[in-house]
């Protein structure tokens, strides 16, 4: 069974940083384009950055120059770095793995930017 978990979600002041990891098992890992997505209370879930297997990278423009997205292949994981942090990216944090339309995802890890 395709396990996909989650790390690092938190609490954290507004223009604090925080790392998410999603640790990936029983996938061929470096096939999978990764991503993050999140979903605040009363929104649809929404894409926040993706990875190929080849490293090439998107982002949602809400968090352009902010956010880093990386993969590790030897690892099996994939990580979000979060920089400056604002309320508004609180959110529900899903980690994601896409292969031709074969979709697999995290439980998620709650995000929560607040002073």
């Known amino acids: 069974q395709v396990q996909l978990v989650e790390s690092g979600g938190g609490l954290v002041q507004p223009g604090g940083s925080l790392s998410l990891s999603c640790a990936a098992s029983?996938?061929?890992?470096?096939?999978?384009?990764m991503g993050w997505y999140r979903q605040a209370p009363g929104k649809e879930r929404e894409l926040v950055a993706t990875?190929?297997?080849?490293?090439?990278?998107k982002y949602a423009d809400s968090v352009k120059g902010r956010f880093t997205i990386s993969r590790d292949t030897a690892k099996r994981t994939a990580s979000l770095q979060m920089n400056s942090l604002k309320p508004e990216d609180t959110a529900v944090y899903y980690c994601?793995?896409?292969?031709?339309?074969?979709?697999?995802w995290g439980r998620g890890t709650q995000v929560t930017v607040s002073s």
């Open positions: 994601n793995a896409e292969y031709y339309g074969t979709n697999y």
């Open positions: 029983r996938i061929t890992f470096s096939l999978y384009v």
């Open positions: 990875i190929s297997s080849g490293g090439s990278t």
